[in-house]
């Protein structure tokens, strides 16, 4: 999806979750140049209102609000804020997220399986059911989840993050048919190899350390192996996912629910 459609969003807010993080605000920033009001929700403030200082040339409204996904109160509170300064929510980009340790089974560390499962899982619940809620009563609207390719092959040594994007999009199939009678649209996105970036520099750094069979000591050797496993031979972008993001949302979209959108170079 390299393609930038036009999209209609002119008099919407979109409410992002990890909205400091690299592919928050570039979800931002397509749905900003589109003329959407943009509420980013994240837990890293200082980033956020970085965030939201590059948002300001797109001459549309902006709002922050600190929040913490896996409490549920918290979710509760960010909501109530977004609403009351842009006056509604239409489209909830769930997408506050957490890698995790790389490590294999059997040397999981129990504490870092229970946080990616609390942020991956639980917050994405919270932050789902109280979307519902507002979408409900505004008369409907789309939620797009943050899952991943993860939740789809179950890579090796990602036994957390794996499980966590597999539930993910479990929940994302049965909220979507929970919510369909409410015009309440729930479409999962799920990116593979994205980069150049932090997280992309992670993953090949953990992986080469982790010693499995899968994957070189090396993390530039690990690199150009994950590469190589992608048949376009190459990484996706932070656009393409935001470009994914935003048709889920869109109008052409509107006759699609409880879909995974895979967002990759080819797998």
């Known amino acids: 999806m390299t393609a930038k459609a036009t ?32 509420a980013l929700l994240d837990l890293n403030e200082p980033k956020m209102v970085d965030v939201a200082e590059e948002l300001k040339s797109y001459n549309v409204p902006v709002g922050t ?24 929510i239409d489209y909830v980009f769930n997408n506050a997220g957490y890698q995790g340790a790389f490590a294999k089974v059997d040397e999981y560390p129990d504490d870092d399986f229970q946080k990616v499962i609390n942020i991956n899982v639980v917050g994405v619940f919270h932050v789902l059911k109280v979307a519902a809620q507002y979408l409900r ?8 989840n943050m899952a991943s390719y993860a939740g789809v092959v179950g890579p090796p040594n990602m036994l957390a993050y794996g499980a966590s994007k597999f539930a ?11 919510l369909a009678p409410y015009s309440i649209r729930v479409n ?50 932070l656009a393409e996912v935001a470009n994914g993001v935003a ?21």
């Open 247 to 267: 048709f889920l949302m869109s109008d052409e979209a509107s006759y699609i629910t409880g879909f995974n959108l895979e967002v990759t170079g080819g797998q």
């Open 137 to 144: 009563s505004g008369g409907g609207g789309a939620i797009v």
């Open 7 to 38: 999209y209609q969003f002119a008099g919407k807010t979109i409410l992002i979750t990890g909205g400091a993080g690299d592919i928050g605000k570039a979800t931002a920033k397509r749905f900003a140049a589109n003329g959407a009001g943009i």
């Open 168 to 178: 993910v999009i479990g929940m994302t199939q049965t909220a979507a048919k929970d």
């Open 188 to 237: 999962a996105l799920s990116p593979a190899l994205i980069g150049p970036g932090f997280m992309w520099t992670r993953q090949t750094e953990l992986q080469a350390a982790v010693g499995s069979q899968y994957f070189d000591a090396d993390p530039k050797i690990v690199e150009q192996q994950m590469i190589n496993s992608v048949p376009m031979r190459r990484l996706g972008s």
């Open 65 to 88: 609000f600190r929040c913490d996904v896996t409490a549920a109160d918290d979710v509760t509170k960010a909501f109530t804020g977004a609403f009351e300064q842009f006056g509604r």
